[in-house]
């Protein structure tokens, strides 16, 4: 080692240090639940937020999206009713406020990215565990989902995170956050491999300085969703347009010969269904009734519904699209005005 070199800091050594400082960072974060302040014998969602000081608490949109009657478990089990600040729908973040006790400590917000490589540790309420801690390195500083309607450029983790740990602080062995949990991806069939990612998060992001302001961003909705059974509905959300007739042969839901954007749910009320629009039907023989493929939106071709879902992320909400669809084999356009997510009832 070169003299006056800071010591090169193992493995075991930063997870160590990780969780020597866990039982002071602990009480900074709290369980989220959709649960009246006065409780409830079962929360019908928990996920996760954090304490970033005066009450305010970060926390990932998806946790409290359509929630009913949010509050917040600290680390003592009180409870306290939550107050929605702002959020961003497309970038999965949300401040919320709640009234804390005024020695509630908080985390800070980093102002140094983390390094691919560095070791993390996240407190969360995965699978309904009550803020318990988890390590992981990071692995990607910004990738994508590949997903329209996840978050972009985001931080990817090997944590091992489960449902009820989003929103949750990523935190360095400095005690700083650097991430807020978002979402998970699953791999490797019996060995069972979690990737996490998380929406980065700093101390001068102009994003959070938006919701303090009170900003709420919503993204576009036209109220149809794809919801088929695995692996269908893995394969059909992106599908190649060269594969689109095998798969309509395969898959025996006889789509016809054009790619387009299929959709096997239409929200009641929603743009969608005030359209018109028809979602896959079948008989009892298994052959389609109903089905409308679209093709377009405002005159770009769309051949999946994940491309359905990028053309639609272009626009705002109470903007009016024309999507060109074929029924029954025959072209035609429809016109919708697009809503807020959380009221097209997907």
């Known amino acids: 080692m070169l003299q006056g070199a800071a010591p090169v800091r193992s493995f075991a050594q930063t997870r160590t240090s990780l969780y020597a400082l866990e039982p002071k960072l602990r009480p900074a974060v709290v369980r989220i639940e959709d649960c009246p302040s006065d409780g409830c014998s079962v929360p019908n969602r928990v996920g996760t937020a954090f304490h ?4 305010y608490v970060v926390s ?30 497309r970038a999965d973040l949300a401040l919320l406020h709640v009234n804390l006790p005024a020695s509630l ?8 990215r983390p390094t691919v490589g560095e070791l993390t540790l996240t407190i969360g309420n995965g699978n309904g565990e009550f803020l318990q801690a988890k390590t992981g390195r990071v692995t990607t500083l910004e990738t994508t989902s590949g997903r329209p309607d996840f978050p972009a450029s985001v931080m990817q983790l090997d944590t091992q995170i489960l449902p009820g740990d989003g929103g949750g602080p990523i935190i360095t062995a400095r005690g700083e956050v650097v991430g807020v949990v978002s979402f998970l991806a699953v791999s490797g069939g019996q060995s069972r491999r979690v990737t996490a990612y998380a929406v980065p998060l700093m101390q001068n992001d102009a994003r959070l300085a938006e919701l303090r302001r009170g900003v709420k961003r919503d993204a576009p909705s036209s109220g149809v969703d794809l919801k088929l059974l695995p692996p269908l509905a893995t394969e059909a ?20 010969t ?7 749910q239409v ?7 005030r359209a018109g629009l028809q979602p896959l039907q079948f008989d009892r023989k298994g052959k389609r009734t109903a089905g409308d493929i679209v093709t377009a939106v405002n005159g770009q071709r769309v051949v999946n519904f994940s491309d359905f879902l990028s053309a639609v992320y272009r ?8 999507l060109t669809v074929l029924r029954a084999g025959r072209p035609l356009e429809v016109k919708l005005t697009l809503v807020a997510r959380a009221q097209a009832g997907n």
């Open 315 to 322: 626009y705002q909400p109470g903007e009016v699209i024309t």
């Open 237 to 256: 959300y992106a599908l190649p347009a060269e594969k689109f007739v095998e798969f309509s042969q395969r898959s025996k839901l006889d789509l016809g």
């Open 52 to 55: 970033i000081g005066n009450g």
């Open 60 to 89: 990932a949109y998806h946790v409290i999206f359509g929630a009913k009657n949010l509050s917040a478990l600290t680390l003592d089990k009180k409870r306290y009713p939550v107050e929605v600040v702002g959020y961003d729908d």
């Open 258 to 264: 054009t790619p387009g954007a299929f959709f096997t």
């Open 267 to 273: 929200a009641p009320g929603s743009p969608a269904a």
């Open 105 to 112: 400590p908080s985390l800070p917000l980093a102002t140094v």
